[in-house]
T-cell receptor, first 117, second 118 residues
């Protein structure tokens, strides 16, 4: 069965701290895609990254970095030198290739990150 | 270019009334999704449209919920005889057609409609 687990419900850090948001997924498919979205207090979901299952290279984008490890079925997200504007709920999601024409995303429950000044 | 737009932004209604929510996807996106997000919760899939194919309605919670989409344009989500438990944010997303063969396309979200049923 497909499943995405974000074990951390809430995280609170002080500005400039590094923080890692965990995402663990379950799938039987060999071809799948993983996503991270950010939902700031305004409510709109903002796409951050998509990664396919054949690309295990870690990715860095500014202060954001992602660590994809198939061996542990994890796709963790790290924010370096966090800022107050990073305060949001972050969602991890999974899409399986074998779902074919049905492209539902399987969503984690989200991690609420509070960055305090 | 323009993103996904939704209207109204906020809707307050009385229990038992019908409501209609609108979603305008990104131009050229063939896939359109509706989700529900209750306060403090994750996203709950409702329905998915892909071009002219039959929609996937597997997430609709009851027969009071329905949605339509004309071609690859606007979609409306209708909730009949609203109940207080329908209070939530209703999110719409669209995605382009696949070079990923039907999976893995990034979904782009609208700002949502906040529905409050009194």
């Amino acid at each position: 069965a497909q499943k995405v687990t974000q074990a951390q419900t809430e995280i609170s850090v002080v500005e400039k701290e590094d923080v890692t948001l965990d995402c663990v997924y379950e799938t039987r498919d060999t071809t799948y895609y993983l996503f991270w979205y950010k939902q700031p207090p305004s409510g709109e979901l903002v796409f951050l990254i998509r990664r396919n299952s054949f690309d295990e290279q870690n990715e860095i984008s500014g202060r954001y970095s992602w660590n994809f490890q198939k061996s542990t079925s994890s796709f963790n997200f790290t924010i370096t030198a966090s800022q107050v504007v990073d305060s949001a709920v972050y969602f991890c999601a999974l899409s399986e290739a074998r779902t074919g024409n049905n492209r539902k995303l399987i969503w984690g429950l989200g991690t609420s990150l509070a960055v305090n000044p | 270019g323009a993103g996904v737009s939704q209207s109204p932004s906020n809707k307050v209604t009385e229990k038992g009334k019908d409501v209609e929510l609108r979603c305008d996807p990104i131009s050229g996106h063939t896939a359109l999704y509706w989700y529900r997000q209750r306060l403090g919760q994750g996203l709950e899939f409702l329905i998915y449209f892909q071009g002219n194919s039959a929609p996937d309605k597997s997430g609709l919670p009851s027969d009071r919920f329905s949605a339509e989409r004309t071609g690859e344009s606007v979609s409306t989500l209708t909730i009949q005889r609203t109940q207080q438990e329908d209070s939530a944010v209703y999110l719409c997303a669209s995605s382009p057609t696949g070079r990923y063969r039907g999976a893995g396309e990034t979904q782009y979200f609208g700002p949502g409609t906040r529905l409050l049923v009194l």
